[in-house]
């Protein structure tokens, strides 16, 4: 009786106020893995419907940013491999007024060249590049987040510098407007 | 600067395209109705398919476990394990095709006899007058709350202690096994291996550890990953208000006396006891001799001034280092416990050296003075040894001596590739390798 009592306990509800706060995090890690994108709202919702679903789970074993953070990759990983067949890399101009329109450009070729390097590589190898490189975490924080080895995110990261350092210098347009401005 | 450097510089500034804040709550609340929809149902075949094989595999577990099948045992061993709580508050566990015999339950005697297979004795601390004794074909175990698993193999035994300390006797020879030690059935002591409910067992010890109930006057608990070895538990294990102390040596001549005729009939049978009771008939105590078990005993009632005071005058170092500890005194408590290392005794050298390292780098902060005892009680020679390496490993770690950190990672790896600190020991080296 005790097994059938737990097994048909209520689920606790998520709590409103919590997706609320995850929601804007969620969508700047989503806006970092699959760079800028008009996708971005439905991604965002997605994993949030996710989390959402998997919060009641929750044990605690982690911070809950990490475990929305997985979620999220999971959920934005599913995307990119979708958008790769269908939809173009679209730029979205940055949100800043100040800046001159040059510096603007040069700004917009910079993230589209980026992205577009980060396209091109294996996913696995882009999650690592963009949880360390873009979101400034450790390989030691990454590598909770994609629950792998520390050792296996360094050597992803080195790999994934090389492979995008390679692309941003063949990169004919960025190399031209390097040549215009300089 | 390359691009690459800009581009890493430039990412993080970018930030994603404004949300409408008014938008939020209605993606929010969208979120939540679509998480709580019933997700579509498949599967179906699959399950229906499924059901009555998990139902037939289920029926067949049970069935090989009640014929005591000994080859399909070992493997279900680790998957299965049946539990029985005893309305006396004792917790047992065995593994599928285990021989169990109640043959007394009664809250004074309970008394249990496995002829077969692998148990797990979770004994609810007992009170004057109560015992609880565990009997195989060669062995008899006589305990005072305590966590152990006793496996009866072909033709011996094998005792593994989890919480507690065992005295156990097999073939005349004596054994003092301490939290994380056993006794093979080849008579050999050594670190925990290889016991298909050492998980479980592990996990009561610690649900133990965490619902004893807080006394002021009890030692400190170490907040060290490690068990806390069992002299600082004996004071949890005992009732609250023992009635006034007997000598342990003439405390239960009932147990005494089975436990004589057992070695003297078939000299190949051991026996164990917690330790500190009266040895039976080998014992040279007398009534009004003072012994360790009357120490231990003084502990046991919390009365850690006496304790000291007869530890004191018969040099036993341990004990004293228990009751300093009892009374919060923990610079004596580690002058004491390095006394022992000091000792001709070797099992005090090892336990004293091991508590020493513990409570320096514990309780007074001491990491240079942790890493000399935890080398000492990592002595080839003790048993203390992998949890005295498990101690270097993170007691370096914390005092950033990189090199002993990474000789004794090493050192446990190659010894205990699958031992409690091995996780620890790899991170040692897998971060020294890569700064």
Redesign the interface.
Do not use: C, K
């Given at each position: 009786m005790k097994l059938l009592s737990f097994m048909h306990r209520p689920v606790p509800p998520v709590e409103p106020d919590v997706l609320a706060a995850l929601l804007p995090k969620v969508r700047r890690w989503v806006h970092r893995i699959l760079g800028p994108n008009s996708a971005l709202d439905d991604v965002a919702q997605d994993a949030l419907i996710e989390i959402a679903k998997a919060l009641p789970a929750f044990r605690g074993d982690s911070a809950v940013d990490t475990f929305a953070y997985r979620i999220t990759i999971r959920v934005a990983t599913k995307a990119l491999r979708r958008r790769r067949d269908e939809i173009p890399l679209e730029l979205v101009p940055p949100q800043a007024d100040h800046i001159d329109p040059e510096s603007q450009l040069a700004h917009r070729e910079l993230m589209r060249a980026l992205y577009r390097a980060l396209d091109e590589l294996p996913t696995r190898l882009r999650l690592t590049f963009v949880l360390c490189e873009l979101e400034g975490m450790t390989p030691t924080e990454a590598s909770v987040v994609l629950n792998e080895g520390a050792a296996t995110v360094r050597s992803r990261l080195r790999r994934a510098r090389e492979s995008v350092t390679e692309k941003l210098r063949a990169d004919h347009r960025l190399a031209w407007l390097e040549g215009v401005r300089s | 600067m390359?691009?690459?450097d800009?581009?890493?510089a430039?990412?993080?500034?970018?930030?994603?395209?404004?949300?409408d804040p008014a938008r939020?709550?209605r993606?929010?609340?969208?979120?939540?109705d679509?998480?709580?929809a019933p997700a579509p149902r498949r599967w179906r075949w699959p399950a229906i398919v499924a059901t009555p094989l998990l139902a037939a595999a289920a029926v067949l577990v049970v069935w090989l476990a009640g014929s005591g099948a000994r080859s399909v045992e070992r493997a279900a061993v680790a998957v299965v394990p049946t539990a029985l709580s005893l309305p006396t508050g004792d917790w047992i566990a065995t593994t599928p095709g285990a021989q169990l015999d109640l043959s007394d339950a009664s809250t004074a005697n309970r008394q249990i006899r496995l002829t077969s297979g692998t148990a797990l004795f979770d004994v609810r601390p007992l009170a004057a007058g109560e015992q609880f004794v565990v009997k195989t074909p060669d062995l008899e175990a006589r305990v005072v709350g305590t966590v152990f698993t006793v496996e009866v193999g072909p033709g011996s035994t094998s005792v593994r202690v989890y919480e507690g300390r065992v005295r156990a006797r097999r073939g005349g020879v004596e054994h003092d096994l301490a939290i994380g030690e056993m006794l093979g059935p080849n008579g050999i002591r050594s670190t925990l291996t290889n016991d298909p409910l050492g998980d479980l067992a592990v996990g009561r010890a610690r649900a133990r550890l965490a619902t004893a109930p807080a006394k002021p006057e009890q030692p400190p608990r170490s907040t060290m990953p490690w068990p806390t070895p069992a002299t600082t538990q004996a004071p949890v294990l005992e009732p609250a208000s023992p009635a006034p102390i007997p000598d342990p040596s003439i405390r239960e001549p009932a147990t005494s006396t089975q436990t004589t005729s057992t070695a003297t009939s078939t000299p190949a049978r051991a026996s164990v006891a917690t330790r500190g009771r009266a040895k039976p008939s080998s014992s040279s105590s007398t009534a009004t001799e003072p012994t360790r078990a009357h120490a231990m005993a003084l502990l046991a009632a919390r009365k850690f001034v006496e304790a000291r005071d007869l530890a004191v005058q018969n040099s036993w170092h341990v004990i004293e280092g228990d009751a300093d500890r009892g009374l919060g005194d923990h610079v004596a408590a580690v002058r004491a416990y390095a006394a022992a290392a000091d000792s001709p005794h070797a099992d005090d050298v090892c336990i004293g050296a091991l508590l020493a390292a513990q409570l320096s780098a514990d309780r007074l902060g001491d990491l240079e003075k942790a890493l000399s005892f935890a080398e000492r009680a990592a002595s080839s020679t003790c048993a203390t040894r992998e949890r005295a390496l498990g101690l270097t490993i993170a007691v370096a770690n914390r005092a950033g001596a990189r090199d002993t950190a990474t000789t004794a990672a090493r050192q446990y790896l190659a010894e205990f590739p699958t031992g409690s600190y091995a996780a620890a020991a790899r991170a040692t080296l897998?971060t020294t390798?890569?700064p």
């Open positions: - | 390359n691009a690459l800009r581009a890493i430039a990412a993080p500034a970018e930030a994603p395209p404004r949300h939020a709550p993606v929010v609340v969208v979120s939540l679509a998480a709580a897998t390798r890569h």
